[in-house]
């Protein structure tokens, strides 16, 4: 119970700092582009048009980072050694049944954190830039 508990307080931690690195990452890619955000105004484009293009691209990023970090890390654990095996080191540790499902996840929850961070920032950051 306390090892499943801790196990979701760290993936609370991890959804927190990804939040943050996508927030901060957000902010300084729109305020690197002010100048081309006050031409895109000039032209016509709205806040909400702008911040569109900056959450997709962040979210398309995050999205495709979690599910290349997901794969890999289920290859990781397909090559861990069976409980079997003595003397060896993290054995018995693999996903049994559906629960090969799981991980699958987290690329999903991550796009979701993303495009939430960078929604917030985009906005927040547009109406500073005003």
Not at 22 to 37: D, F, G, M, S
Not at 99 to 109: D, G, N
């Amino acid at each position: 119970s306390r090892l499943r508990l801790l196990g979701w307080i760290s993936t609370l931690l991890i959804g927190a700092a990804v939040a943050a690195m996508v927030t901060l990452a957000a902010q300084a890619a729109l305020a690197a582009n002010a100048q081309v955000i006050a031409v895109l105004r000039l032209v016509g484009a709205t806040d909400d048009y702008i911040a569109r293009a900056f959450i997709r691209r962040f979210t398309l990023r995050a999205l495709l980072g979690a599910a290349a970090g997901t794969l890999l890390g289920m290859l990781a654990v397909v090559l861990l050694p069976d409980a079997g095996e003595a003397g060896g080191f993290l054995t018995g540790l693999g996903f049994r049944g559906w629960h090969w499902v799981v991980p699958l996840m987290v690329p999903i929850l991550v796009g979701a954190v993303a495009f939430a961070a960078t929604g917030a920032a985009a906005r927040r950051t547009l109406r500073e830039l005003t």
